[in-house]
């Protein structure tokens, strides 16, 4: 069995830091000073092509549960758990916003 160096393990913050930088990228992507929120778009969409209503932190609560999914198969993908982090957040200002 090959030993591994866990000193070059990812740590809890490099996921964090790589869902930060993500989620900056996506304003430059999305031409969105904000970054990439197209969730309540995407649910609105959604309704109308299949009646079911989704709230837009439902939309992104979605695509944690892909991220999860796909981290449990294949090969270990750094990307699935800082896409998962920064999913959460965007969830969490999602609920901020239409609860508080």
């Keep these: 069995m090959k030993e591994i160096d866990v000193s070059t393990l990812p740590i809890a913050q ?3 830091e ?3 930088g993500h989620l900056g990228a996506r304003a430059t992507t999305y031409d ?3 970054g990439e929120r197209s969730m309540e778009r995407t649910v609105k969409t ?3 092509l299949t009646d079911i209503q989704l709230t837009e932190e439902h939309g992104w609560l979605f695509m944690e ?3 999860q999914v796909r981290s449990l198969q294949g ?3 750094a990307d699935n758990y800082e896409d998962l ?3 959460a957040a965007l969830r969490g200002e999602s609920a901020a916003r239409s609860r508080m």
């Design 85 to 87: 982090a920064g999913y």
């Design 18 to 20: 790589a869902a930060k």
């Design 32 to 34: 969105k000073p904000a």
């Design 65 to 67: 549960v892909l991220k």
């Design 14 to 16: 490099h996921f964090l």
């Design 46 to 48: 959604f309704a109308a």
């Design 75 to 77: 090969k270990f993908k």
